[in-house]
């Protein structure tokens, strides 16, 4: 008898023990889901009125690993007149005082890289003066970041990078190869982890479809006169602000401006666009944006309304005709099962009107061959068809792309894709 009850406190013990060190409150990487581990944790303006009028340079954001506070990167970024994020020297105006934090400024870091709840004697050893405490809410556990004024102490990490002249775009995760004279002809994508040292993708397609009378003409990205005006470097966000126009059957369709966000795991892409009444006199208009992808043999994928078997590239799944988005329900998702899945959202003005459709094409499935690529045939290619395109309006949509060793989880794709459109809540506190 003695001997079971001794037993069975050791074994009460010995879970305690466990539960402890396995704690949410011991932080690591591996305790975070896939989608907040690539997450960026972003603080609104007007959640720091502390810092409304200051100057940038005089701050520091710090994480406590429980005996000492150490700097992360972060960066505070500003708007421009059309909404997007602004990037010094660009064609659209800034909103507010350059280089001086005003309400609609943000302070941005990686979700990851906060840590434990610093000591109150922890934060007075630290030079300066702590401004705030940043709590951010993960459901089963809280991380925290300080941000200290008058403390020069920055962290050296840069996650992200776009090298201009050479058009490659650079992050901790992955890079990808544009044509530093177009933004639109994306190459060589190589994804940090990826079971194979090659190129996932063979190329981006955006083509512009429209008829005018008997006359049908289509433009594709090759051809669309851009041209990148302005880049902002920072830590945790690179941003790339570009023009376009696109002229269709002799018809000035769309002016476009696009502010491109690239952090380590993401490439976000929203575009504000002018389109004429002009642009009427087309009978139809419509819009491909796809990614080709590079021998991506059984690759698996969904899309937001079904169906839940994927289609498989190359036969074996759910038959691509059934797959079904619309405007609200709008995500795509691939995975390769080598350690690189991505998914994508389509966004939009809410106010426009328009009709979205599932693109999928997979010559292993005696799908055509769908040029412009620089590797024939499609395995697969995948994206969005936008038809139904108002005209005489001015609107912002875009493609925002995530990557992540494994978003299907379970095949579970709809958890991660639930979590990036809808991030962690960040708390502030003043200290």
């Known amino acids: 008898m003695f001997s079971r009850v001794i037993r069975r406190r050791y074994v009460v013990l010995y879970s305690f023990a466990i539960a402890f060190f396995i704690s949410p409150s011991i932080l690591s990487a591996n305790n975070l889901s896939p989608a907040r581990s690539i997450e960026v944790a972003v603080v609104a303006g007007e959640k720091l009125p502390a810092l409304i009028g200051k100057q940038y340079e005089n701050y520091s954001v710090m994480v406590s690993d429980g005996d000492v506070l150490s700097p992360i990167p972060y960066q505070f970024d500003e708007r421009n007149e059309g909404g997007f994020l602004y990037a010094p020297g660009g064609s659209l105006e800034l909103v507010g005082t350059e280089y001086v934090f005003d309400q ?3 302070l941005a870091f990686m979700l990851k890289d906060a840590g434990l709840k610093a000591s109150p004697e922890l934060l007075a050893s630290v030079p300066g003066k702590i401004v705030a405490e940043l709590e951010v809410e993960l459901g089963d556990h809280l991380r925290y970041a300080y941000l200290i004024e008058g ?20 992050t901790s995760a992955y890079s990808l190869q544009v044509d530093p004279n177009n933004l639109l002809y994306w190459q060589d ?6 079971a194979e040292k090659r190129s996932l993708l063979d190329t981006m397609k955006l083509r512009v479809n429209g008829k005018l009378g008997f006359i049908k003409a289509t433009i594709h990205n090759k051809l669309i006169p851009n041209k990148v005006v302005a ?36 490439t976000q892409f929203p575009v504000f666009v002018s389109i004429p009444k002009a642009a009427a006199a087309l009978s139809y208009l419509d819009i491909e944006v796809s990614l080709d992808f590079d021998n991506l043999g ?4 969904r899309t937001a309304l079904g169906p839940k078997e994927p289609v498989v590239q190359g036969g074996g799944g759910a038959d691509p005709k059934d797959l079904k988005i619309d405007l609200e329900n709008n995500w795509l998702s691939l995975s390769s099962k080598r350690n690189w899945d991505i998914i994508a959202f389509f966004n939009r003005n809410k106010a426009v009107t328009l009709t979205l459709e599932a693109l999928y094409k997979d010559t292993g499935l005696d799908g055509e061959i769908d040029k412009p690529e620089r590797v024939k045939g499609s395995y697969p290619q995948a994206g969005y068809i936008i038809k139904d395109i108002p005209t005489g309006i001015s609107s912002t949509i875009g493609i925002d792309l995530y990557y992540h060793k494994d978003f299907w989880q379970g095949n579970n794709v709809e958890f991660a894709a639930e979590e990036i459109r809808n991030p962690a809540n960040v708390n502030v506190s003043s200290l």
């Open 189 to 194: 994508f190589i994804y940090e982890g990826f």
């Open 231 to 266: 880049v902002k470097n920072g830590p945790v966000r690179t941003i790339i602000e570009m023009d376009a126009s696109i002229g269709l059957l002799g018809i000035n369709i769309i002016q476009a401006g696009a502010s491109v966000t690239i952090t380590e795991n993401s």
């Open 151 to 170: 403390n020069d102490q920055r962290s050296e990490k840069h996650y992200t990078h776009y090298d201009r002249e050479a058009g490659l775009i650079k």
């Open 298 to 301: 059984k690759a698996r994928y």
């Open 104 to 106: 609609e400024d943000e």
